[in-house]
C-alpha cells in the first residue's frame, strides 16, 4: 500500500525551492553585482529558511532536479543535487514533506533512482513523495549519452522498476536496500506519455502552474483519467505587505497581499487543485516575513 501523506491532509500549502527572492528586483542587482549568471539563487540562507518553512507548517518542500545548468533556459533550481539535498534537508527538518518536481528520469539510472528514493523514504521518516519526468531540456540529453526522442520509452521503463515491476530481472537472492513501503510517485506533466497512462499508472500528478480557469479544465482531464488521485500546483508569488492589494497577474502567478492570495487559494480549491507549492523568487520583499505573514493570516484558513 502506497503511504501518501500529502493526501490525507486535504488542501494544503507548501514551498518551492530555493527559497530565494532572486528574480526580485534587488535579487538582479545582487546576482549583477556579484557576476552571477541570471536563475543560480543565493543558498546562503537556505538552511534557516527551509527551518522556518517546517517550523511555520507549510506541509511540502519542493526541490527540483536541474542535473546541467543551461543558459538558454536560465535557471539552477535550488543548484544542489535533489536526492543528495532532499536527504540533507531530512535531517533538519521534522514534519515537512519533501518533494521532487520532478526527478528527470531517463537521464539516471533507474536503479539507481530506486535505491535513492528507497534511502530518502527511510530517512524521512516516510515523508518522501517521488516527482517525476521525461525532462524537457534537449542540451541535457547528449551530455548523458542518451537520445532525447526516446525519453517516453526510458520514463516507462523507469517507472517499471519504481514500482517493483522489474524485479523479475533481478538473480535469486537479490535485492535493492533498504526495502521500504512504496511512498508515492507523482508525474510532472504528462512525460511525453498519454492521460490514461499516467492516471493508472502514478499515484499524483504535478501540473504546470496556471490560472484557477487553467486548472478547471486540467483537473477535470485528471479525475477523468484518476479519480481522487492529489492534483498539485504552483504560484511564483509576489507577496505584497499590504493585506487589500488586488490580484495582479504575471506569468506563473499573481502579485497580492494577505486577502488576494486566501481569494487565488480559495478559487484554486475550488477547481479541484489538492496542493499549492508557493515560488517566492520573485517574492519583492523579505523572504521570511512574507512566510510568516502567510503562515499567520493564510495556512490558519486552509490547514484545519
Known amino acids: 500500500m502506497t503511504i501518501d501523506k500529502l493526501k490525507n491532509l486535504g488542501f494544503s500549502i507548501g514551498v518551492e525551492l530555493p527559497l530565494d527572492n532572486d528574480w526580485s528586483r534587488d535579487g538582479q542587482q545582487k546576482r549583477i553585482k556579484e557576476g552571477k549568471p541570471f536563475g543560480v539563487p543565493d543558498m546562503s540562507q537556505h538552511k534557516e529558511r527551509i527551518i522556518l518553512a517546517d517550523e511555520l507548517g507549510f506541509s511540502t518542500a519542493w526541490v527540483r ?66 516527482g517525476v519526468a521525461s525532462g524537457d531540456r534537449p542540451s541535457e540529453y547528449p551530455l548523458f549519452n542518451v537520445d532525447y526522442a526516446a525519453r517516453g520509452q526510458l520514463f516507462r521503463e523507469a517507472i ?80 505584497v505587505d499590504n493585506p487589500d492589494a488586488p490580484i495582479e497577474r504575471h506569468h506563473f502567478g499573481v502579485r497580492t497581499g494577505v486577502n488576494g492570495l486566501i481569494k487565488e487559494l480559495n478559487s484554486m480549491k475550488a477547481a479541484g487543485v489538492d496542493h499549492i507549492g508557493l515560488h517566492f523568487r520573485r517574492n519583492e520583499i523579505n523572504i521570511e516575513q512574507s512566510m510568516e505573514d502567510i503562515a499567520k493570516n493564510v495556512l490558519p484558513v486552509f490547514h484545519k
Open 65 to 130: 532536479d536541474v542535473p546541467l545548468y543551461d543558459p538558454n533556459f536560465g535557471d539552477a533550481a535550488q543548484v544542489f543535487e535533489a536526492f543528495t539535498y532532499l536527504g540533507y534537508l531530512a535531517g533538519i527538518t521534522n514534519n515537512i514533506l519533501l518533494g521532487t518536481a520532478a526527478i528527470v528520469l531517463p537521464l539516471r539510472q533507474p536503479w539507481l533512482v530506486k535505491k535513492s528514493a528507497n534511502t530518502m523514504a527511510e530517512l524521512s521518516n516516510n515523508r518522501l513523495i517521488l
Open 160 to 239: 517499471e522498476v519504481l514500482k517493483d515491476e522489474s524485479d523479475s530481472k533481478l538473480q535469486p537472492g537479490q535485492k535493492i536496500y533498504p526495502q521500504v513501503a512504496q511512498y508515492p510517485i507523482y508525474a510532472a506533466g504528462l512525460a511525453q506519455q498519454s492521460p490514461q497512462f499516467i492516471g493508472e499508472n502514478l499515484d499524483g500528478w504535478l501540473a504546470y502552474p496556471g490560472t484557477p480557469d487553467d486548472h478547471v479544465k486540467r483537473v477535470a482531464l485528471w479525475r477523468s483519467v484518476a479519480g481522487d488521485k492529489p492534483y498539485v500546483s504552483f504560484i511564483h508569488l509576489d507577496f
